[in-house]
């Protein structure tokens, strides 16, 4: 009488085996992808502020030359 401990032949828990390799080797380079573009997101974000102080450090010395050349202060509100 033969008694077998599991259902599967031997190569097919070999092949179950290699799925398993496989699949956790796909969620590594997946969570590498993620780390990476987190990071570059994170990066961009950064820039995309610097840019924006910048344009407006920009903008508010055109706005003061601007009032100093025409003698009014273009951004008061009119009084009634």
Do not use: W, Y
């Amino acid at each position: 009488m033969k008694t077998c401990l599991s259902q599967t032949p031997p190569h097919r828990a070999n092949q179950a085996g290699s799925a398993v390799i496989v699949m956790l080797a796909m969620l590594a380079v997946m969570a590498l992808l993620v780390a990476s573009n987190t990071r570059t997101i994170n990066a961009l974000r950064t820039e995309v502020h610097l840019v924006d102080q910048r344009q407006t450090a920009r903008l508010a010395a055109g706005a003061a030359t601007l009032e100093q050349k025409t003698g009014t202060n273009t951004t008061a509100e009119p009084t009634p």
